[in-house]
């Protein structure tokens, strides 16, 4: 059953090279909730994509403090997961929620 919750822990899907590359090998990668943890994430994805997730590994990159203007600033913390799917499942990230 999907909640509210779900939509709350997947921000956005991450576009890059590699993580078009990782996805031939199964793995798609999310940008999520900071505070999400890798149950959450696993279960927000097999909710919303009705795939099986075997593993999520997660990486939370601290905001660089900068520079603008003279004024000190600081870049807000990302959270990402790549989510790896069991054989036979997929997801097109192209498609959208």
């Known amino acids: 059953m999907i909640t509210a919750k779900h939509y709350d822990t997947i921000v956005a899907p991450v576009i890059t090279e590699k993580a078009t590359l990782?996805?031939?090998d199964n793995k798609v990668?999310?940008?999520?909730?900071?505070?999400?943890?890798?149950?959450?994430?696993?279960a927000a994805v097999e909710a919303l994509f009705k795939v099986k997730v075997s593993k999520v590994n997660t990486i939370l990159t601290k905001g660089k403090t900068k520079r603008f203007r003279g004024h000190l600033g600081?870049?807000?913390?990302?959270?990402?997961?790549?989510?790896t799917l069991e054989e036979g499942h997929s997801i097109d990230i192209t498609t959208g929620l």
């Open 22 to 24: 990782m996805s031939e």
């Open 29 to 42: 990668v999310f940008k999520v909730a900071v505070n999400a943890n890798k149950k959450d994430i696993a």
């Open 74 to 83: 600081k870049r807000v913390d990302v959270k990402k997961a790549i989510v």
